[in-house]
């Protein structure tokens, strides 16, 4: 059973990101703020959801919630302040733009930098702990599958609608044969070893 609240305050912010270990396409992070009330059975971490189930649980969240919000950061930027700090900066321009502002934020995971000091805590799997940081992992999966599944559409060669940009032995292979896109991480060891880039 997930809990709603972590700390004592009303206006308490959870949020997530997804597409971290990706060779191409953004880092998407979601930040939520849940009412006091605020109960769906069906919510969990969005990767112990099926694609049915988050799509599902996605506009019932965004209707749901006090408020949220959703941020891109693209693969330019991801190389150029490293995938961990793109993560935390997706968070965090999530997490500024809410309103009302948040008393208080919980994040999935151990890192986090502080963000116009409002406190914090980082919580370990803590999107199957709490549901307001459950809600943005879901929104920040299915919002940044969408944005894979629109730029397939420009590269279908590399079949983002199916691999979403993670590191299949399809997508490599798709890399070894057509090279890379505007979409793709340079900074990402996109081939293993043995097959090296001409760049």
């Not at 709490?130 to 299915?142: E, R």
């Amino acid at each position: 059973m997930l809990l709603n609240n972590f700390s004592d305050y009303l206006l308490e912010a959870g949020t997530d990101e997804a597409g971290r270990g990706c060779l191409a396409g953004p880092v998407t992070a979601a930040a939520v703020i849940l009412p006091e009330e605020f109960r769906l059975d069906l919510l969990n971490d969005s990767k112990q959801l099926s694609e049915k189930a988050r799509e599902k649980l996605k506009p019932l969240i965004e209707e749901k919630a006090i408020t949220y919000k959703v941020v891109h950061l693209e693969p330019k930027i991801i190389d150029s302040i490293n995938i961990l700090n793109a993560s935390i900066k997706a968070m965090q321009e999530c997490l500024i733009t809410l309103n009302p502002i948040p008393e208080y934020i919980i994040v999935d995971g151990n890192r986090f930098k502080p963000i116009n000091n409002i406190p914090y805590s980082c919580i370990v799997k803590g999107d199957s702990k709490y549901l307001s940081i459950a809600a943005a992992s879901v929104l920040a999966k299915t919002h940044r599958d969408e944005y894979m599944d629109k730029i397939h559409e420009e590269f279908p060669m590399y079949n983002w609608k199916k691999n979403k940009g993670y590191p299949t032995k399809e997508h490599r292979e798709a890399i070894k044969k057509y090279g890379i896109t505007k979409y793709h991480r340079m900074s990402f060891r996109l081939l293993p070893e043995q097959l090296t880039l001409d760049l």
